[in-house]
């Protein structure tokens, strides 16, 4: 995309944004709340139109989406689904009999942790389990390009490591992913690369990684009694186990996270 930009009324929603995804890539789109990472993503996804810009997605301008397209686009939008009176397994079979490629639903059902769940109506789920049948339904397709709103909010921690699994597959089978996400480690875990946006805008884009200058940044030496940064920990830590004459109580050498670089990024 290239000069994406989207307001509503007086609020400048995206304020032209440059982004290239390349194909296989898992791509992390992050930023605070309001900053624009759904109107982009929506945008992408063919269910918002854009003011300016120019944007292709397969090849395709999502302004104008055509039913081809959109079998080879999976979605998982931040809203969850309706909550009809169907079970999961009748949800995610009637879905896949939308898609000429559809992956098995049981199998899908099971990816997602539901198999104990496939027989009850979605309208009885919790919200966290409600969410997996979203993720169910965007992946039954075997789309090309997946999208993901926030796919893991309501997630308990052993269904977002599930999750991840199931990403990660998908992404191993060369499934391009553009995920919106609040949880740092999430991106850290998934993402080859992260866009930061603030305002409409990116602030910050490259490998979870070096972000920010993230890998170059000083080491932080901490043991009981002391701290000190240092582009040299383990000259430090060398020297500290000179004094101690051997352990070091309670050492540790850190970097910056993932999201001190993200707080400075965004300027909290
Ligand atoms: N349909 C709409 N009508 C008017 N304003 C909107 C609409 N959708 C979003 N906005 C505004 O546009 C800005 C960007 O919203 P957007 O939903 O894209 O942010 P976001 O980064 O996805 O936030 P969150 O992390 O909270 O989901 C916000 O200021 C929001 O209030």
Known sequence: MRGLAKRYGDVQAVGGIDLDISPGEVFAILGPNGAGKSTTVEILEGYRKRDAGEVSVLGVDPGRPTREWRSRVGVVLQTANDMTEATVRETVRHFAGYYPDAEDPDAVIEQVGLTEKAGKRVRELSGGQRRRVDVALGVIGR?????????????????????????????????????????????????????????????????????????????????????????????AVRELSERFDGEVPELTVTRPSLEDVYLGLIGD
């Open 143 to 235: 789309p090309e390009l997946l999208f993901l709103d926030e796919p893991t909010t309501g997630f308990d921690p052993e269904a977002r490591r599930r999750f991840w699994d199931l990403i990660q597959g998908l992404a191993h089978r060369g499934t391009t992913i553009v995920l919106t996400t609040h949880y740092l480690d999430e991106a850290e875990a998934l993402a080859d690369r992260v866009a930061v946006i603030a305002k409409g805008r990116i602030v910050a884009e490259g490998e979870p990684a070096t972000l920010g200058g993230r890998a170059t940044a000083k080491a932080t030496v901490r043991w009981a009694g002391g701290s000190l940064e240092t582009d040299t920990p383990t000259r």
